[in-house]
């Protein structure tokens, strides 16, 4: 079955460290995204990418990269300038086609600042 | 797993009855809307979705209603069950970047 993949479902990170979420996705959809959820708030855009090799800063990009080297894979690195990393984090994926624009989701992974 | 939204505006409704969580969009120029639903530590589902050129669109057990004067989405669930608890998010288009704006979410909590 098609769908978009995020692992770990769980990481831990220790201060100063960088880690690295990983988004796959066998959908073959163009663009990807990478947003943050926090309690008490919506999904705040991080960062996209609408086709591979390129990508665009979101709303809250600071402390964190990504690339696209792939259609399938767009991974985010949550970086120690990222000063409040703790947060679930969620990856979105979407045709390139016109006539539908709805995102589809992974399953999310929570991070937790140790 | 950890509940998100922990300060979210909650709708509580009885088992069986009908619920109705609202959304409120900013942009007149927005186009299309969608609906998506998200179990505690899960990722957002979709529900439904509507394009601004139609008022209602029906699903199973839900129904969209769009309000283009009052810039106003409504998401409309028959017969509430347990396992429509949840949180509910609206999102928008807004230009033609395709980009989705993603409204605050709305958690459901159905009684037995």
């Known amino acids: 079955d098609g769908g978009i993949t995020q692992s770990p479902k769980y990481l831990f990170r220790k201060e100063g460290q960088n880690v690295t979420l990983s988004c796959e996705q066998n959908?073959?959809?163009?663009?990807m995204y990478w947003y943050r959820q926090d309690p008490g708030q919506g999904l705040r855009l991080i960062y996209y990418?609408?086709?591979?090799?390129?990508?665009q800063k979101g709303d809250i990009a600071e402390g964190y990269s990504v690339s696209r080297e792939k259609k399938e894979s767009f991974p985010l690195t949550v970086t120690s300038a990222q000063k409040n990393p703790t947060a679930f984090y969620l990856c979105?994926?979407?045709?390139?086609?016109?006539?539908?624009?709805?995102?589809?989701f992974g399953s999310g992974t929570r991070l937790t600042v140790v | 797993g950890e509940s998100v939204g922990l300060h979210l505006p909650t709708l509580s409704v009885q088992e069986g009855d009908n619920s109705i969580i609202n959304c409120a969009y900013s942009n007149s120029a927005s186009d299309y809307f969608i609906w998506y639903k998200q179990e505690s530590g899960k990722g957002p589902q979709f529900i439904i979705d509507i394009r601004s050129n139609m008022d209602k669109r029906q699903g199973q057990r839900v129904t969209v209603l769009l309000n283009k004067t009052v810039k106003h989405l409504s998401l409309q669930i028959a017969a509430t069950q347990p396992g429509d608890s949840a949180v509910y998010f609206c999102?928008?288009?807004?230009?033609?970047?395709?980009?989705?704006?993603f409204g605050g979410g709305t958690r459901l909590m159905v009684k037995p």
């Open positions: 990418s609408q086709i591979v090799n390129d990508f």
């Open positions: 999102a928008e288009r807004r230009n033609a970047g395709n980009m989705l704006t």
């Open positions: 959908l073959n959809h163009d663009a």
């Open positions: 979105a994926s979407k045709r390139g086609d016109s006539g539908y624009y709805g995102y589809t």
